[in-house]
């Protein structure tokens, strides 16, 4: 054997064993970390308590709802009482009746006077646009629930499209995870008919390419994982982890 060729295979298996090490790792790593994702419901449930959209949605029902029992006692602002009090000096006037005259008599004097009265009063532009007013109130506050109802269906919708993505980049970490296990057994068999010469340099080389396709794929496929899985957390507000936990 030259010695070119010697450095060559010597090369190849100090790569590949150090490639082997790291996957192996890897897979270690996965076969601790495996996530349950919680049931659909159960996210759904908690997106919507902690949706901010959802959440904006419920209040301005609420204020639509206050504003329809302010039109409705509108009216109450043209009925009031009026009271008022006054202290000075008065002029106060007398009349006494007789059967033979009549006697004026005028005094001056330091007195507090008061008054209390109740008043009512109904605009013409009240009495003509009332109706028009709680109408508009009412269908205000019925758009507002609608908005909600609406708002409420798209984050539901949203939750199925990413609940399904990130069960289907499970299943295909699954599939790729054992793809690099018979990858790896196919190497490791590769290198020991490579070390008793009964294959090339060359076909060595072909496989050892092939791991390393897998090696690629099962690392696209452990990120499209983790991303999906971070999304659909922070929409549900919630940790999956934390879910597992408190389970």
Do not use: C
């Amino acid at each position: 054997m030259k010695p070119t060729s010697a450095v060559t295979i010597f090369l190849l298996l100090l790569f590949n064993f150090k490639f082997s090490f790291s996957q192996s790792s890897g897979l270690d790593s996965l076969s601790k970390s495996e996530i349950t994702i919680p049931p659909l419901e159960v996210i759904l449930d908690s997106a919507l308590k902690h949706n901010a959209a959802v959440k904006f949605r419920v209040l301005d029902i609420l204020a639509k709802n206050a504003n329809l029992r302010s039109e409705k006692n509108y009216w109450m602002r043209n009925l009031g009482i009026q009271a008022d009090s006054r202290y000075g000096t008065f002029d106060n006037y007398s009349l006494s009746n007789n059967t033979q005259s009549t006697t004026i008599s005028n005094s001056t004097s330091q007195q507090m006077n008061y008054g209390v009265g109740l008043y009512l009063k109904f605009p013409i532009v009240d009495l003509i646009d009332r109706k028009n007013q709680i109408n508009r109130a009412k269908a205000e506050l019925e758009q507002s629930k609608q908005m909600a109802e609406n708002q409420k269906t798209e984050l539901t919708q949203l939750i199925i499209r990413l609940y399904e993505d990130l069960l289907l980049k499970q299943r295909l970490l699954s599939i790729q995870s054992s793809a690099i296990g018979n990858a790896r057994v196919n190497q490791e068999m590769i290198e020991t008919e490579f070390r008793n010469g009964i294959i090339t340099v060359t076909e060595y080389v072909r496989v050892s390419d092939i791991v390393t396709r897998v090696e690629s794929d099962y690392e696209k496929a452990k990120s499209e994982f983790s991303s999906a899985k971070q999304v659909l957390e922070e929409i549900a507000g919630f940790s999956f982890l934390n879910y597992q936990i408190k389970k």
